[in-house]
């Protein structure tokens, strides 16, 4: 279950006014944080159930429940596996794949680090030659099209969601 947004509605977790223990709770986690756990969802196809309140959602909450190129990616991605992870000299990074079903890829690149990180994989990781448009589907943007590897600089508990179109 995605804990997202306003997930505590009287919740007991001890922060209640006058000593009662209950009170509204939004998620704990940064929003970096919930697009990244959000972008594992996706990337893995993960069935997508929301623990929280879903009519008192703030407009970043409500941004990452309703990304269409995003909710693509969770229903119509296909055969979702690991493809490059580094966990060496402090640098934690995770890229995960998915095959789209226009024969695109889906690529979910994690940085786990407490530090922003660079975090990338070559073409050659996910099985293919040349350049290649990639688009931020977090962003629902273009990035241009790429030779030979996709990178990008992510906050720290960060991720990116793209895909690689062929």
């Known amino acids: 279950m995605l804990p997202l947004g306003h997930i505590g ?3 007991n977790d001890g922060t209640g006014a006058a000593g009662s223990g209950f009170a509204d709770r939004r998620s704990r986690f940064t929003p970096d944080e919930q697009r990244t756990m959000m972008s594992l969802w996706s990337i893995f196809r993960s069935p997508l159930m929301v623990g929280g309140e879903l009519r008192d959602n ?3 909450t409500l941004a990452l429940l309703t990304n ?3 909710m693509e990616a969770n229903q119509r991605g296909a055969k979702p596996r690991p493809v490059a992870a580094r966990d060496g000299r ?3 990074t995770v890229v995960w794949a998915s095959e789209a079903p226009d024969g695109g890829t889906y690529l979910a690149l994690f940085n ?4 922003a990180r660079r975090v990338g994989c070559s073409w050659a990781d996910i099985g293919v030659a040349g350049g290649h448009r990639v688009r931020d589907l977090w962003a629902r943007a273009d990035l241009g099209s790429q030779d030979g590897r996709v990178e ?3 906050p720290s508990h960060g991720s990116a ?3 690689v179109a062929r």
């Open 9 to 11: 509605i009287r919740s």
């Open 58 to 60: 703030d407009a970043a």
């Open 68 to 70: 269409p190129e995003a």
């Open 90 to 92: 402090g640098r934690k």
């Open 112 to 115: 786990l680090d407490g530090v």
């Open 152 to 154: 990008l600089e992510l």
């Open 161 to 163: 969601l793209l895909k």
